[in-house]
């Protein structure tokens, strides 16, 4: 099993509030993903990395913002939150170098914006 | 951006059948892989594929690499309750800059 963890696993907060989505992984991985879902529905990437200090934006354009200044930690944050931010966050990891490479994700932090 | 079609969207069976699911793509992919997901969790994998023709089992499933490159095929075998959830195909595509892309999942419902 992959040991890579998310926390807050739930959040209920309020419009306009700053979050941050903490995703840390111990396995040394150099390639992390931050995936956005939708209950039931495919995932959409939005942030990823391939190293400390490179972060890029993925296929879906999001408001949320990443940084990795340490190889285990990539966390996400929103700086004013809204109702349309509501959804589940996955955080993944890729330890493969080069090109391809299996993702293992965290279990998922379900953010309701009220 | 690179587009995965997976199928079916869902599937109602009983327990004990087999099941099987696919995933297409307009393009080559060099990495097809397989992830479950149950409800409130994050995607597992469950089988990776490297090779076109490449088959692999992993316990009552099966996956295959197509020959053209372009598609992927999970068998489940003799389903059991705990087989419920949502399936995932999932692919490197040899175009883009390697960001893995999922197709939109088959929903798994057992009768048992």
């Known amino acids: 099993e992959a040991d890579i963890y998310q926390t807050p696993r739930y959040l209920v907060i309020g419009t306009g509030k700053k979050i941050t989505l903490e995703c840390s992984q111990t396995?040394?991985?150099?390639?992390m993903y931050w995936y956005q879902q939708d209950p039931g529905m495919e995932l959409h990437l939005i942030h990823y990395?391939?190293?400390?200090?490179?972060?890029e934006k993925g296929d879906l354009s999001s408001e949320s913002t990443v940084s990795r200044i340490r190889t285990e930690h990539f966390p996400l944050t929103l700086e004013s939150a809204r109702p349309s931010h509501t959804s589940q966050y996955l955080c993944?990891?890729?330890?493969?170098?080069?090109?391809?490479?299996?993702?293992?994700f965290g279990e998922g932090s379900r953010l309701t914006v009220l | 951006g690179q587009q995965l079609n997976q199928s079916p969207q869902s599937m109602f069976i009983q327990e004990g059948e087999d099941v099987s699911m696919n995933c297409t793509s307009s393009?080559?992919?060099?990495?097809w892989l397989w992830y479950k997901q149950d409800p409130g969790e994050g995607p597992v994998l469950l089988i990776a594929?490297?090779?076109?023709?490449e088959l692999t089992s992993n316990g009552r499933l099966t996956a295959q690499f197509g020959i053209t490159r372009k598609d992927s095929f999970l068998n489940i075998s003799a389903s059991i309750p705990s087989d419920v959830g949502i399936y995932f195909c999932?692919?490197?595509?040899?175009?883009?800059?390697?960001?893995?892309?999922f197709g939109q999942g088959t929903r798994l419902t057992i009768n048992p």
């Open positions: 993944a990891s890729s330890g493969r170098q080069g090109p391809g490479g299996e993702l293992f």
């Open positions: 396995m040394g991985h150099d390639k």
């Open positions: 990395s391939y190293g400390v200090n490179s972060t």
């Open positions: 393009s080559i992919f060099n990495t």
């Open positions: 594929l490297y090779k076109a023709g």
């Open positions: 999932a692919g490197f595509s040899i175009q883009g800059a390697q960001k893995l892309v």
